[in-house]
C-alpha cells in the first residue's frame, strides 16, 4: 500500500473546482470495494446488487449501526458512494481508495443539489436509490487521511457538495461492474 503525505485544507481547496466537474447525468463506476469483515477491503471487478444484503459478501448487514433503534444494520444505508475525484484528491493515490470504507467509487456529482434523497441511479442492472441518511467521515477516515481532510469533508460547500459521499439503498437488485456506467434517472 502506498503512504501518501495528508494533504492541508488548502492544499485540498485547490481542487475543489475539479471535483466540480463531475458528470451530472452519467458517470462511470471505477472501484468496487466488498468489507468482507470489519478492517477488511477486499476491490472486486464485479459485485451482486440484492434487496436485502446490499452488496452481496459485504459487512453492512452484520456490522449494525447505531442509526437504528435496535442497533442493526440501517436499511437506508446499505451502500455508499463516494466521487473519484474527492477520494483521489485525498487519498492521493488509487491504491488508498478503499481506505475510505466505501463500497462504490464513482465519477458523478453526489451534491445534494444534483441527487436528492429518492433519485435513483441506474448502477449496471441494478437500480439503487439516494437516501436521506448522511455520510460521514469517522475516526477511520481522519486516522488514514487526516484532520485537514475531515475540515474540507464539513464546510459548508463539502456537506452541500456531499464530499464524503452519499448512502444508498438497493431498490432493483442486479450486477455492477467496475467501468460499468452510474446513470441518475
Sequence with gaps: MVIAKNLTLEELQDGLEDIKQSPKSEGTVHMIVRRPDTGEREVIDEGQL????????????????????????????????????????????????????????????????????????????????????PHTACKKFVARFGVDALKFLNTAEGKALQLRGINCKVVEPGVIRAGDVARKL
Excluded: C, K, Y
Excluded at 90 to 111: N, P, T
Excluded at 117 to 133: H, K, L, N, S
Design 50 to 133: 440484492d434487496l436485502v444484503e446490499g452488496l452481496v459478501g459485504d459487512n453492512w448487514g452484520t456490522r449494525g449501526s447505531s442509526r437504528s433503534a435496535d442497533g442493526s444494520a440501517h436499511p437506508d444505508m446499505q451502500l455508499t458512494l463516494m466521487n473519484t475525484r474527492v477520494i483521489d484528491l485525498i487519498a492521493q493515490d488509487e491504491e488508498r481508495w478503499q481506505l475510505a470504507g466505501d463500497q462504490f467509487f464513482v465519477d458523478l456529482d453526489l451534491s445534494e443539489e444534483n441527487l436528492p434523497p429518492g433519485t435513483r441511479i441506474a448502477f449496471g442492472t441494478a437500480v439503487i436509490e439516494a437516501t436521506d441518511q
